[in-house]
């Protein structure tokens, strides 16, 4: 099992900036990518940046520009630094893991951590 614990969530006003933390532990052989996923109130959750073990990057579009994923996952850490924030990206963010074994995505996840932008 891989234990994710996430930091740094909290409120801020519309054009603010915040950083997100994520610590893996456990069983962290193995992990191809780690990211952060998003959940806004009444919405599905959502990719919102990746990173895999070669240092490729992905991003949802609405937050292109603005968030910046960084970490190492040979260290077990992920970061997220956003700017500019709007209060769309209230949601709960989430540290995912995802390893891949012989075909099949194993995916781990965090508590949560709330991010609320007041407007």
């Known amino acids: 099992q891989v234990q994710l614990v996430e930091s740094g969530g909290g409120l801020v006003q519309a054009g603010g900036s915040l950083r997100l933390s994520c610590a893996a532990s456990?069983?962290?052989?193995?992990?191809?990518?780690m990211g952060w996923y998003r959940q806004p109130p009444g919405k599905q959750r959502e990719l919102v940046a990746r990173?895999?073990?070669?240092?490729?990057?992905n991003y949802a579009d609405s937050v292109q520009g603005r968030f910046t994923i960084s970490g190492d996952i040979a260290k077990n850490t992920v970061y997220l630094e956003m700017i500019s924030l709007k209060p769309e990206d209230t949601a709960v963010y989430y540290c995912?893991?995802?390893?891949?074994?012989?075909?099949?995505?194993?995916?781990?996840w965090g508590q949560g951590t709330q991010v609320t932008v007041s407007s």
């Open positions: 995912n893991a995802a390893k891949r074994i012989l075909g099949r995505v194993y995916d781990y």
């Open positions: 456990g069983s962290t052989f193995g992990i191809n990518t």
């Open positions: 990173i895999s073990s070669g240092g490729t990057t």
